[in-house]
């Protein structure tokens, strides 16, 4: 099992930015890795893909793309989610997992975006 530790998250006003980091207890380089999004009251969503295995690709939901852009460092072992223009509804717990290989989840990281 991959542990995952995700961070970077707090209170940010609508327009803003934040970067998350997701930091894994293990090796991850061979596999896509992805970030999730739980709004309150909502299931926890995919928002954005990374490729593994040296891919770089990505994948966004049409509900943040050109906002939200996810980037990795296998040697660091983490995986990052730059979002931009953060909006009200971009306001959820964050978490990263394995797409398709999914492990535990970790603690997650809250955003807030409010005035």
């Known amino acids: 099992q991959v542990r995952f530790v995700e961070s970077g998250g707090g209170l940010v006003q609508p327009g803003g930015s934040l970067r998350l980091s997701c930091v894994a207890s293990?090796?991850?380089?061979?596999?896509?890795m992805a970030w999730y999004q739980q709004a309150p009251g909502k299931e926890r969503e995919l928002v954005a893909t990374i490729l593994g295995a040296g891919g770089r690709d990505t994948i966004y939901a049409d509900s943040v793309k050109g906002r939200f852009t996810i980037s990795r460092d296998n040697i660091q072992k983490a995986v990052y989610l730059q979002i931009n223009s953060v909006k009200v509804e971009d306001t959820a717990v964050y978490y990263c997992?394995?797409?398709?290989?999914?492990?535990?989840w970790g603690q997650g990281t809250q955003v807030t975006v409010s005035s």
């Open positions: 997992n394995i797409p398709g290989h999914q492990q535990s």
């Open positions: 293990g090796s991850i380089w061979q596999y896509p």
